[in-house]
């Protein structure tokens, strides 16, 4: 077999994207009627503790993807699918410089790029592919008769791990992991980061900062008009 193609793999949500897809897409579907408007309530605590910084980002965006687990139950797919269409035509270009930079770097040099997620794959499917990802992954929800949205999550096993994701999709496209490249922004990326040759923590969270900094992994921080390394 012929040496495998390089992979770069990146997180989306806060390491390309500014800020959730999932959020966007849970405020876009409260406007649209396809949620309940009391639906804000459920994140609406944690979201202003963030914005006061008395709390952190991640319970502020975990009670956001409980708040559209609970109410996806019945939601037809046209409705998500439309939503998220519109989240992505409307915010698709607001991303970090750095990231979007060193995408289109990586694709000039011959990389596979894959994006690897916990946003719902039906708003990655729209986002990644303008960016020049090759594959996504994403969470996937199940579809019931009448092609209502169940609820539940499919394989949530496999995409709840990142690590595995990346090794699946290196066998499964023929990729190498040889001069690979990975950028994260969180501790749920640290098993794909610990697969790669060169990762990157982007903007990181405390946890993942100080695991960087233990392992000796680059830090590269975006903040304003300046992009600078720790």
């Known amino acids: ?3 495998g193609q390089k992979v770069a793999v990146f997180d989306v949500d806060g390491t390309i994207f500014r800020s959730s897809l999932t959020i966007e897409v849970v405020e876009g579907l409260i406007d649209s009627g396809a949620f309940p408007e009391d639906a804000r309530r459920e994140f609406e605590r944690e979201q202003q503790l963030w914005l006061d910084r008395e709390g952190d980002y991640e319970s502020y965006c975990d009670a956001v993807v409980q708040a559209f ?9 046209g409705a998500l699918a439309e939503v998220a269409k519109e989240v992505v035509d409307l915010h698709y270009k607001r991303t970090y410089r750095y990231s979007r930079d060193l ?3 990586l694709k000039s040099r011959g990389y596979y790029l894959l994006a690897v997620s916990h946003s719902p794959k039906i708003v990655l499917d729209e986002f990644c592919p303008r960016l020049g990802f090759d594959k996504t992954y994403g969470m996937m929800y199940e579809i019931g008769p009448q ?10 096993h496999l995409i709840g791990n990142k690590a ?3 090794k699946r999709a ?5 990729l190498t992991l040889e001069n690979s490249v990975g950028v994260g922004d969180t501790e749920s990326d640290i098993p794909f980061l610990e697969l790669v040759e060169k990762p990157i923590c982007f903007n990181p969270n405390k946890k993942l900062y100080r695991y960087a900094k233990l392992h000796d992994w680059d830090v590269v921080v ?5 992009i ?3």
């Open 147 to 156: 092609d209502l949205f169940t609820g539940a999550v499919m394989d949530e």
């Open 1 to 3: 077999m012929t040496k």
């Open 222 to 226: 975006e903040r304003k008009d300046v």
């Open 164 to 166: 595995n994701i990346l």
């Open 170 to 174: 290196v066998e499964m496209e023929n």
């Open 69 to 77: 687990r609970k109410h996806l139950q019945g939601v037809p797919y």
């Open 103 to 105: 995408l289109k770097d």
């Open 228 to 230: 600078y390394e720790l």
